[in-house]
């Protein structure tokens, strides 16, 4: 039924297309997917450095579904740990450097979702990885955030601005979701990110306050497994 299954296309939103395609069969084929999913996953890993945002974005999305369903129906396989760590390496590294702010949503998306379909117990060693990521995001400090806007549209830039904060609070509540109170510490640390960040600022950018504002299953998160934030810190 898949065979030959390609990304080799000539127009980039087909490559996209392709891209999530693959993701989609790697969610829905089950164990009959294994052998194409080695077959495509080096070009999959290849989109992320493709030089179309779109390309870049979904094939992230994608590499990310693409370690859950290796871990999940093909776990034996000694190749999965190599896999799972080019992937997770690559989209902490997409995250911080790409320049498109798309992207660094995208990737993000992907960092959520790779803590969403592993086991904890695999993605344990990349939790730091994934922390400093997303704290990178967070402080404004990721190459697209730093770069200055080429669009005309003020209030498309604040948009994209939001989107990528969005995200990373997102991703964020994966990881943490990922290994309940084993993230206390780590929770600990972003606390006053948070807190700084759902302040007014000079600029009074409300979309970006309400993209770093905690949500409410984050809150969830924090009462369940770790009240004494609640208790000790005004910000809930």
């Avoid at 065979?3 to 993701?23: I, N, P, R, Y």
């Avoid at 803590?115 to 922390?131: I, N």
């Avoid at 991703?171 to 290994?179: I, L, R």
């Amino acid at each position: 039924m898949y065979q030959g299954m390609t990304v080799k296309t000539s127009l980039t939103d087909e490559k996209a297309s392709a891209a999530h395609l693959a993701g989609v069969l790697s969610k829905k084929a089950g164990p009959s997917f294994i052998q194409h999913g080695w077959q495509l996953f080096e070009p999959i890993l290849h989109g992320c450095s493709y030089f179309h945002d779109e390309v870049r974005g979904q094939s992230a999305k994608t590499a990310a579904l693409f370690c859950g369903f290796f871990t999940q129906h093909d776990a034996a396989n000694p190749k999965v740990q190599q896999v799972l760590g080019e992937v997770a390496g690559r989209l902490f590294e997409m995250t911080t450097t790409d320049d498109s702010k798309e992207v660094c949503s995208d990737s993000l998306t992907a960092v959520g979702t790779l803590f969403e379909v592993v086991s904890p117990a695999l993605m344990a060693s990349y939790v730091e990885g994934a922390s400093q990521a997303i704290m990178t995001v967070l402080t404004e400090k990721a190459v697209c955030q730093t770069l200055a806007d080429d669009e005309d549209d003020d209030e498309e830039s604040e948009d994209h601005d939001g989107q990528v904060m969005d995200t990373a609070a997102e991703a964020f509540e994966q990881v943490a979701k990922c290994f309940g109170s084993g993230f206390a510490q780590t929770f600990a640390t972003f606390l006053p990110v948070f807190t700084k960040m759902a302040k007014p600022s000079k600029a009074d950018n409300s979309r970006v306050r309400k993209a770093c504002e905690p949500t409410d299953s984050l809150k969830l998160y924090s009462v369940s497994h770790n009240a004494w934030f609640c208790t000790t810190n005004p910000f809930f």
